[in-house]
Structures are given as structure tokens and as C-alpha cells.
């Protein structure tokens, strides 16, 4: 499904069935836990603001531990994040998977838009992104926007 296709609020079935698991590899985030799937090798790059990137950095230099993510910073609501993910060496014509879990929470409605379609001027044709919302019933700014 493309994020065309996600942002026109139309139902769409997605029917993605070219995944051969001969070339599978896992990663385990050994910060959080979370396990990424990927069919080739895999390079991260993870966009957040310069403070909460500071901090992650010293968690993993506290707890001995490596990362070869490319850390970006930034603030997603604000549209440079493009120019300096381009920057830091993040090549758009391949097909990437983008994980905006737990961001649509700080962000208002709008700006979460515009993040998504500023997402879909970055990635290929084919990438893949994940994110997650509140109900209504979950928080104050959900009702607000």
C-alpha cells in the first residue's frame, strides 16, 4: 500500500506476496526489544530531537552496548528533517520500511499529516511505513484533534 494510499482514506487491501524467506534476518533492538524483519541487510537511521537522541546515546554507552544506527536529529514536525536525513547519507530509491510508532501522540493533527505526506517525497515506491494513533477514548488530545 502506498502512503498515496494510506492518506486518501479510501479501504485498501494491501496484497504485497514477494517476500522469499531463504534471505529473512532479524535484528533485536538491544535498547527496547523491538525485532525488525528485513529480507537484505538493514542500515537505520533514527530521526528524534537532539535531547532525547543525547540520551539514548549515553543509555547505550552506560549499558556497553554498540549501535550502527545513524542518528539523525531533529524535530519531525518541522520539514527540514528531509534535508538532513538525505544528509546523513539516506539513499530514497530503496525500498525502506519507516516506523513512526509513538509519534502521533505529540504531534497535532495536522503536522502528523504533513509528516506522513512529507514521508511519501522520501521513500520509494514499494517502502513500507508503521505507525499507531490513540482512540478517542485514550487521551485528552485525541478529542482535541
Keep these: 500500500m502506498s502512503v498515496t494510499e ?3 482514506g479510501m479501504t485498501v487491501t494491501n496484497s504485497n506476496v514477494s517476500a522469499n524467506m531463504i534471505h529473512s534476518r532479524f535484528f533485536v533492538c ?3 526489544g523491538n525485532i525488525i ?3 537484505e541487510s538493514l542500515k537505520i537511521f533514527e530521526l528524534d530531537l ?3 537522541l ?3 546515546l549515553k543509555r547505550i554507552e552506560k549499558a556497553n552496548l554498540n549501535s550502527t544506527a545513524v542518528y539523525v536529529p531533529c524535530n519531525l514536525a518541522n520539514v527540514s528533517w528531509k534535508e538532513k536525513l538525505l544528509k546523513a547519507g539516506y539513499n530514497k530509491q530503496c525500498k525502506t520500511f519507516g ?3 509513538g509519534i502521533s ?3 497535532n493533527k495536522e503536522d502528523f499529516k504533513s509528516l506522513i505526506k512529507n514521508i511519501s517525497e522520501v521513500m520509494s515506491e514499494g517502502a513500507t511505513i508503521c505507525f499507531d494513533y490513540p482512540s478517542i477514548n485514550e487521551s485528552r488530545e485525541t478529542k482535541t484533534n
Design 54 to 56: 543525547e540520551d539514548k
Design 37 to 39: 524483519h528485513t529480507m
Design 30 to 32: 538491544p535498547v527496547c
Design 6 to 8: 494510506l492518506i486518501s
Design 105 to 107: 501522540y505529540y504531534l
Design 99 to 101: 516506523s513512526l510508532l
Design 50 to 52: 537532539p535531547e532525547i
